[in-house]
């Protein structure tokens, strides 16, 4: 089958970019999205041309490094999938795919499109962490996690920071992330001793990221390849109310500095 | 971590520093808007009361200057509201454009969610609607407004006079009702959400009750206007 493909070029940071038509003739039906542009490179290679720069690892939909908007919705139109998971069987020959990087203020564009998600390893680092004593391993069921709750922190867990949340969010907000970083945590009980801090550690962060706020529309839960749900958000919200209002000191001491700017490092 | 807590102040200004907290303060201040939005409705309703004068007897209630230090503290509290909802409104909307300076090419809205991605454009319709319906049926710096004696507005022949004279007047509430309709539909659930009430089992009852809420208010809200212009309401 034939694809066409709109792909947005843009050779660095500073480069202003543009949105460039290439076709590619040959594809196999069961190739992944990926591997398609695999193709479409090593006859940019053979052309002598700049191959298009994409980020990809495990191809298997479980490292969060893929994806892209394909005809403006992050990781293609396959609900519940990354785009190394997304095959070429779902699309008809002679389809023209519009590709472009994760579009976010907090997301720079590295190159066409490849972008910087250090922002999520920031907000990760202020508060996506657990005070456990390291060493030798604890006894098992020395801490009992009723099932439930353990279903639902695994299912939060499931998160992969690819950023289709921000990518796709019409306020670029990384809220669908950071409550999966706190429900994962802040349901289980290894993950009590920061709850409160935590969140607003993450919040504050975010905010220094320039990420946008949550408008409840729900795009990130559309697209998420790992399905988390509006849910966590909601968990985000009650427990930055509860931990502001009934907490006794600061949330946390360093919560404002940290909140300054955004935590060096991590650049590429 | 230090124990000792903090000024009341620099909690308040920490807690509305963060977009969660802004979202709060625009549930809350919602609860209180909508929750008068309903009181209106049903003061107005009384315009079908079998009694002709019983809209006008429940004014002059509300005129009654016994009843002055309450209304004026009422519309305060309103105001503030309001105040509190658009600023904070503003605020988020202003970060949220800033957080994507490059629009996307090509841009697909997965899920259509109509209402909550026009709060932005329904919200200031309907600011400017309030403004209009004050200086329309309140202040009456629009139309003359008729009274039957001093502290007593003949609101049943200002309606219908208000409505019935003037379709092009009467159209303009009805849309300014539509968009409200849909922006109760966002924002009843969406108070919900920003405080963090989310469950699978009541998330989706709560939207189908904000629905069904958002579209019986429409309803008595336009029966108004439509009722006058239709002449169903005599003076």
Known sequence: MRIVLHIWRQRNANDKGRMARYEVPNVNQEMSFLEMLDVLNEDLIARNEEPVAFDHDCREGICGMCGCMVNGVAHGPQPGTTLCQLHMRHFKDGDELYLEPWRARAFPVVKDLVVDRGAFDRLVAVGGFISATTGCAPDGNAILVPKEKAELSMDAAACIGCGACVAMCPNASASLFMGAKLAHLGLLPQGQPERYGRVAAMVAQAKAERFGACTNIGECEAVCPKEIKLEVIARMNRDFLKGSWTGRGALRDDAEEVSKKPLAGSRR | ?235
């Open chain 2, 1 to 235: 971590m230090s124990s000792i807590a903090i000024q009341p102040l620099t909690r308040a200004v920490r807690f509305y520093e963060a977009p969660i907290g802004k979202k709060a303060v625009m549930a809350v201040t919602g609860i209180v808007l909508t929750g008068y939005v309903v009181a209106h409705l049903l003061g107005n309703l009384q315009i079908y009361s079998s009694n002709p004068e019983q809209i006008n007897k429940y004014a002059a209630f509300l005129h009654n200057p016994a009843n002055a230090a309450a209304l004026w503290a009422a519309r305060g509290v309103l105001l503030l509201c309001v105040i509190l909802h658009i600023t904070a409104a503003c605020q988020l909307w202003l970060q949220n454009r800033a957080a994507r300076p490059f629009r996307y090419y090509k841009k697909d809205d997965v899920p259509n969610a109509y209402a909550a991605r026009t709060m932005i454009c329904s919200g200031p319709i309907i600011a400017a609607f309030v403004i209009f319906h004050v200086l329309h049926l309140t202040s009456g710096a629009v139309v003359r407004l008729q009274e039957i004696g001093p502290n007593e507005p003949n609101v049943r022949a200002n309606v219908i006079l208000g409505f019935s004279h003037y379709p092009a007047i009467s159209a303009f509430y009805i849309l300014a009702m539509g968009l409200l309709c849909l922006h109760l539909y966002h924002g009843v659930w969406s108070m919900f959400q920003s405080v963090g009430a989310s469950h699978p089992r009541y998330t989706p009852m709560l939207k189908r009750v904000a629905a069904i809420a958002a579209i019986l208010i429409l309803l008595g809200n336009i029966s108004i206007p439509i009722a006058a212009l239709a002449g169903w309401l005599t003076y």
